[in-house]
């Protein structure tokens, strides 16, 4: 062994010692021990980036960060490209609200193998607060490529998802039966050579249907950056770029011209909650009939239907109605109620024998989508009453009409379909009795609202 070589690992045990010791020292809790020991060792082997670095965690640790800079500054001089000190730059920029700079330091950072996790943690984190959500989203998703099956990732990459999506997107996706409908659909109404708008495209599902189905181009808009992020990599992974668009904006954005070459032939669509209307639906198939359509245009689903029954629910008023809770008054809780809102339910809410349906089953209205809807409306619905009791609620499901003889709906829940009925109280009760008929007026102005009622004895046949 040579002399060079004796010296150097000479050299490598003093510095693995020095750094044990400030170790041992941060362990027992004597922090500013260690940074003494540590300072002194950045300055016996300033060129020693592990040395440095140590140093740097002391400086943290004492609450003294800041004075970190000229340190990484010799320290990035003579490592450039590593990754614990691009780390620790991205720390101190982002300390001092150098949010450009902090992020630029952890995007090199974590292009390199042994990068340190909490890199990829803080840069999601600033992205997030930047409003980059789809950028904080892939950062996590790399980190969990880096770090598989680490626990601290996948929680923050699951919190950040489920911010900045609704949770119902993977169910959906999940719901066979809804998603063998829509492809017998499509398959039924295009044609090869079809330019094709998707509007809420989500993961770009429909948008592939259609292709596979003979369209020559789609154009699927999604006004979720995330999710249009999402669906431009299931494009390309299935090898359909070449013939989906996916537009990352909403669809009353959209123009002819700028966003899509022509007006499209078919329109296909999915933007329907769990009572049809609360995602939009009217007044995006409203605007795509007055701008982005042919005026011969065929519509998946052409229509739909929905439908409803008179119900006591009990268990959905309690939400709405706070009184007394074990002996105390509790009744002020009741300013956080929403009684114009509809909840879902689950199949068995009319299994327990507090809630029961207490009429046959009516139409509440019937949409036409193969020409402009209106935003608006005001319906009259005859509903039959089969069971005495206090009316207080109204169950809503529906039926998606994809064509003329493929029919999706919502009336029977089955274990995976994402879509459930729902269930609205009304402002006011009514005691009903069996075999009398009640008028239903609904009126829809951005929300439901329903009113219940008597038809005089003399028109009820």
């Not at 700079?101 to 840069?123: G, M």
Request: negative net charge.
């Amino acid at each position: 062994m040579s002399e060079t070589e004796t010296l150097h690992i000479s050299a490598s045990v003093e510095i693995n010692e020095h750094l044990t010791a400030v170790d041992t020292l941060i362990g027992l809790g004597q922090i500013q021990k260690a940074t003494f020991q540590a300072q002194q060792g950045a300055q016996l082997y300033s060129n020693n980036v592990v040395a440095l670095l140590k140093y740097i965690e002391c400086l943290r640790l004492s609450g003294r960060a800041l004075e970190a800079g000229n340190i990484l500054s010799h320290a990035i001089q003579i490592a450039p490209d590593n990754a614990h000190v691009l780390f620790e730059l991205g720390l101190l920029h982002e300390r001092k609200n150098e949010i450009g700079s902090s992020i630029n330091y952890y995007t090199k950072a974590i292009e390199h193998a042994d990068c340190p996790k909490q890199a990829y943690l803080q840069l999601a984190a600033l992205y997030s607060r930047s409003d980059n959500k789809a950028g904080a989203l892939n950062v996590l998703i790399a980190a969990e490529k880096a770090f598989p099956e680490d626990p601290d990732i996948i929680y923050m990459r699951g919190r950040m998802a489920a911010g900045y999506t609704s949770a119902w997107h993977l169910p959906m996706l999940a719901d066979d039966a809804r998603n063998h409908a829509y492809q017998q659909a499509i398959q039924q109404t295009i044609r090869t050579g079809d330019i094709v708008l998707d509007i809420g495209t989500g993961s770009g599902l429909l948008a592939m249907m259609s292709v596979e189905a003979g369209a020559e181009h789609v154009y699927a808009c999604e006004s979720n950056p995330i999710l249009a992020d999402l669906a431009n990599k299931v494009i390309a992974q299935n090898g359909m770029d070449h013939a989906i668009t996916i537009i990352s904006k909403h669809s009353s954005q959209m123009a002819v011209g700028i966003d899509m070459p022509v007006h499209a032939d078919v329109l296909v669509t999915e933007i329907f909650d769990n009572a049809l209307v609360g995602e939009g639906v009217l007044p995006s198939i409203n605007h795509a009939w007055s701008h982005l359509l042919k005026s011969d245009a065929r519509i998946i689903p052409h229509g739909a239907t929905l439908k409803a029954v008179l119900a006591s629910a009990p268990t959905m008023n309690r939400f709405h109605t706070v009184t007394r809770v074990s002996q105390f008054d509790l009744s002020a809780m009741s300013a956080l109620a929403h009684p114009m809102s509809y909840k879902d339910i689950e199949p068995s809410f009319f299994n327990d024998g507090a809630n029961q349906v207490l009429s046959d089953p009516f139409i509440v209205k019937s949409f036409d989508f193969t020409s402009s809807p209106a935003l608006n409306f005001q319906e009259y619905s005859d509903a039959l009453v089969t069971k005495d009791g206090v009316a207080d609620s109204i169950v809503l499901w529906f039926d998606l009409h994809l064509t003329s003889d493929i029919v999706f709906s919502t009336e029977r829940i089955e274990p995976h379909q994402h879509w459930r009925q729902v269930c609205q109280v009304l402002l006011q009760t009514t005691n009903v009795q069996n075999n009398t008929k009640y008028q239903v007026l609904t009126q829809y102005n951005r929300y439901y609202h329903f009113q219940l009622n008597p038809i005089a004895p003399e028109e009820q046949y």
